[in-house]
């Protein structure tokens, strides 16, 4: 091993005294924070709030479907009582 790195582990790497109040820290540490907890209840109330929400939203307006509109590439006549409106568009 060269001198210089030797000299330099030496200074480096010699022994240090640690704080006095980093033992007071080991030998007392600080109280842990609790965590903050979302409670099932506060869930739930989103949940049935978002979901009323949405069904509000979709009863607001209903869609509207003509009887009586022409698929150009299908050539049917498109009416709310079959499945060519949701198969054919």
């Given at each position: 091993?060269?001198?210089?790195?030797?000299?330099?582990?030496?200074?480096?790497?010699?022994?240090?005294?640690?704080?006095?109040?980093?033992?007071?820290?080991?030998?007392?540490?600080?109280?842990?924070?609790?965590?903050?907890?979302?409670?099932?209840?506060?869930?739930?109330?989103?949940?049935?709030?978002?979901?009323?929400?949405?069904?509000?939203?979709?009863?607001?307006?209903?869609?509207?479907?003509t009887?009586?509109?022409?698929?150009?590439?299908?050539?049917?006549?498109?009416t709310?009582?079959?499945?060519?409106?949701?198969h054919?568009?």
């Amino acid at each position: 091993m060269p001198e210089w790195l030797e000299r330099e582990l030496t200074v480096s790497l010699a022994p240090v005294e640690a704080p006095d109040t980093l033992r007071q820290r080991i030998l007392r540490p600080r109280p842990a924070i609790p965590a903050r907890r979302v409670s099932a209840f506060l869930i739930a109330a989103a949940m049935v709030v978002l979901s009323a929400g949405a069904v509000w939203l979709s009863a607001r307006q209903p869609a509207r479907v003509t009887p009586a509109r022409w698929n150009a590439g299908v050539r049917v006549q498109l009416t709310g009582h079959n499945c060519v409106l949701c198969h054919t568009l």
